[in-house]
C-alpha cells in the first residue's frame, strides 16, 4: 500500500504515467517536460499562461528548468521495482506471485486473464470475454447474478433478461444497452457542448472582468491622481492667499501705529501746555493782591478754552484722526473680508469640473428617427442640416416638423456623459428626451414639452445660449466663447446638466427632474452640423467628416 502511495505521488497529473524528465512550476506543481510543454503551447494565444493543477496565472511562459531531486526519486522508485513498474494497466487475477498484464476480462468468472490463463480458460457460452476491466461485478445483476444486457427506460437502470422476463421489470419498455448508452452520449453531447458555450462565455465574462478591473483601478489611480494634485493647488492658493492678506493687514498695523504716534505726540505736547496754562492760572486766582491780577497781560496763556475747540477736529471724537482715514478699521476689515470671499471664489471656479460615471457614453445616432432635411455621416456620429431631402421612409419613429434626430443608445440608470460639437450653424438644440416624445406638430420640438431638456444657442442667438424645458426658457448669463459642450446625466439622481468644455470646463446648467423613462440623447440643427461623441476620438475625427459634408451647409 505504501508503495501505491509513493508511486501516485510520483505520476504526473496530465499523462497518469511516473515523470519523465520532471519540471516544476512556480507555484510548486511538477508535469513532464513534453507534457506541460504541450499544454503551454496551446495557452499561446490567450496571453495567460495558467497551471494545469492549481490554475494559477503566469503573466509570461514559465522556465521549466529540470527537477533533478524529483528525477532521482523517480530513478531509484523504478530501480527497486523493475518488474512492477512494466505492468500497465489491470494484472491477472491468478497471477499471484509475479503479476502480469490481463489481456482479456472474464464476466462470468469474474476474472481477469494474462495471455497463459486465457489459454486454459473455459470456451463455454456462459463464459463471456471482454476487454480488461477492474468493474466485473457491476456487469452483473445483482438478483440473479446474470450478465446485464438491456436498460429499463421507465426505471434508469441496467437490467438482465430474468429482470426482463420475470423480474420487476417484467413488461417495462426496454432498450440494449448499447442503443441506450449510445441516447445517453447524444444527451450528454448536448450538454457537453452546453456546457463548452458556457465555460466559454464564463471565461469571456471572466477576460471582460478582468480587463473591467483594470481600466477602473487605472481610472481610480487617474483620479486619485488629479484629486490629489487639484488640493494641492487649492491648498497652494489659499496659502498664497493667506501671505498676502497677512503681509497687507501688517502694513496697514504698521502705517496706522505710525500715524497714531504722531497724533498721540502732540496730544500730549497740547496736553503739557494746557497743564501749564491751568497752574499759571489757578496762581493768579490764588493771588490776594487786585492790582497784581489785573495787571497781568491778557495772552494766548488766558485766552477762552472755547475759542480752542476748533483744534478737535485735528483728531476728531474717539481717537480717531482724520489722517489715518477719519475711522476705527471696521470699514476695512470688511473690505479685507469682502476681497478675501472674492478671491477665494475666484479659486473655486478655476477648478476644473470632474466627472464621475462608467466613463464616456458611445452615442450613435438611430437614422429611423432622422428627419428628411438631415444627413446622417456613416459612423453614426454626424447630423448634417442641408437642402436635399434623404427621402427616408416614413415611420412612427422619424421627425416630422423638426430637423431633429435621436440616439440609438437609450438611459435608465447611471451616470454617463457625452460631448457635443457645433460647427457653422445658424441655430441648434441638444439635450435629452424620452422615446414618447411626439415626432410631429410644435408638441415635438425639444424644450417645447415636458419630455425634453434642451440646450440651445448658435450665429442667430450671437452666441448666447439659454436652456428651456416645456415651453419655460432660462437665459443663461455667460457669453459663450466655445462650440464645444458636454452634456452629462445622473438618472438616479435626476440630473441632466450641461457644461461649456472652455478651460477651465464651465457649468451652464442643471435641470432637477423625477425620470420616468428611459432618456434618449437629441439633436436638433438648422444649418452647419452637429457632432455627437462619447471620447476624443470622434472628436479628433471631426475635421476630416466636416470637409465631405461641407456641400450640404448653408
Known amino acids: 500500500m505504501a508503495s501505491a502511495g509513493l508511486r501516485k505521488e510520483l505520476e504526473c497529473s496530465i499523462c497518469l504515467t511516473l515523470y519523465t524528465d520532471p519540471v516544476p512550476l512556480r507555484c510548486g506543481h511538477n508535469f513532464c517536460r513534453v507534457c506541460i510543454d504541450q499544454v503551454l503551447n496551446t495557452q499561446d494565444g490567450s496571453g495567460v499562461y495558467s497551471c494545469p493543477e492549481c490554475r494559477e496565472e503566469f503573466q509570461e511562459r514559465p522556465a521549466l528548468k529540470r527537477n533533478i531531486t524529483l528525477c532521482n526519486v523517480v530513478e531509484n522508485f523504478l530501480s527497486t521495482r523493475p518488474h512492477q513498474e512494466e505492468i500497465t494497466g489491470i494484472c491477472c487475477t491468478y497471477c499471484m506471485d509475479s503479476p502480469a498484464p490481463a489481456v482479456r476480462s472474464c464476466l462470468h468468472c469474474e476474472a481477469s486473464l ?111 491622481k488629479r484629486v490629489t494634485a487639484l488640493f494641492i493647488d487649492i491648498r497652494r492658493r489659499v496659502d498664497d492667499l493667506e501671505k498676502r492678506v497677512l503681509s497687507e493687514i501688517s502694513r496697514r498695523e504698521e502705517k496706522m501705529s505710525l500715524s497714531l504716534s504722531d497724533v498721540i505726540q502732540n496730544l500730549e505736547i497740547k496736553k503739557d501746555e494746557l497743564s501749564r496754562k491751568m497752574r499759571h492760572i489757578e496762581e493768579l486766582c490764588n493771588m490776594t493782591d487786585p492790582l497784581t491780577v489785573l495787571q497781568e497781560p491778557d495772552s494766548g496763556d488766558l485766552c477762552d478754552p472755547e475759542e480752542e475747540e476748533g483744534d478737535e477736529d485735528t483728531w476728531g471724537h474717539d481717537g480717531g484722526d482724520k489722517d489715518t482715514g477719519g475711522h476705527d478699521g471696521g470699514d476695512q476689515g470688511r473690505e479685507l473680508i469682502s476681497h478675501i470671499s472674492h478671491t477665494l471664489s475666484d479659486i473655486i471656479r478655476g477648478i476644473n469640473v470632474t466627472f464621475y460615471g462608467e466613463g464616456p457614453a458611445d452615442i450613435v445616432l438611430d437614422v429611423n428617427t432622422a428627419a428628411n432635411n438631415l444627413l446622417i455621416s456613416d459612423d453614426l456620429k454626424t447630423a448634417t442640416w442641408t437642402l436635399i431631402t434623404q427621402n427616408f421612409a416614413e415611420t412612427e419613429k422619424r421627425f416630422q416638423s423638426y430637423s431633429q434626430v435621436m440616439s440609438n443608445n437609450e438611459f435608465s440608470c447611471g451616470r454617463h456623459y457625452w460631448d457635443v460639437e457645433i460647427s457653422g450653424s445658424q441655430c441648434w438644440r441638444v439635450g435629452m428626451c424620452y422615446p414618447s416624445i411626439d415626432r410631429c406638430g410644435p408638441q415635438s420640438f425639444i424644450g417645447d414639452n415636458n419630455k425634453s431638456w434642451c440646450l440651445y444657442g448658435g450665429l442667430a442667438y450671437n452666441n448666447q445660449c439659454s436652456v428651456k424645458y416645456y415651453g419655460k426658457t432660462f437665459q443663461l448669463p455667460h457669453q459663450i466663447s466655445s462650440d464645444r459642450f458636454r452634456i452629462y446625466l445622473d438618472y438616479e439622481a435626476g440630473q441632466l446638466s450641461f457644461y461649456e468644455l472652455c478651460d477651465p470646463i464651465r457649468h451652464l446648467h442643471t435641470f432637477t427632474a423625477a425620470f420616468s423613462e428611459p432618456l434618449h440623447a437629441v439633436l436638433c440643427v438648422f444649418g452647419g452640423c452637429l457632432d455627437i461623441s462619447g471620447g476624443s476620438t470622434a472628436v479628433r475625427n471631426h475635421q476630416a467628416r466636416k470637409k465631405s459634408t461641407q456641400r450640404f451647409r448653408i
Open 114 to 224: 494474462c495471455d497463459n490463463h486465457l489459454r486454459a480458460h473455459s470456451k463455454g457460452p456462459e463464459h463471456v470475454l471482454t476487454d480488461p476491466t477492474i468493474s466485473l461485478r457491476n456487469r452483473k445483476c445483482s438478483v440473479h447474478k446474470e450478465l446485464l444486457k438491456y436498460y429499463c427506460t421507465e426505471d434508469t437502470a441496467c437490467i438482465c433478461v430474468s429482470c426482463t422476463l420475470a423480474g420487476q421489470h417484467r413488461g417495462h419498455r426496454v432498450e440494449m444497452l448499447d442503443e441506450a448508452s449510445e441516447k445517453k452520449k447524444k444527451k450528454l453531447r448536448n450538454v457537453l457542448n452546453k456546457l463548452i458555450t458556457k465555460r466559454k462565455k464564463t471565461e469571456e465574462r471572466v477576460q471582460s472582468l478582468k480587463e473591467h478591473k483594470r481600466k477602473t483601478q487605472k481610472n481610480i489611480s487617474g483620479e486619485t
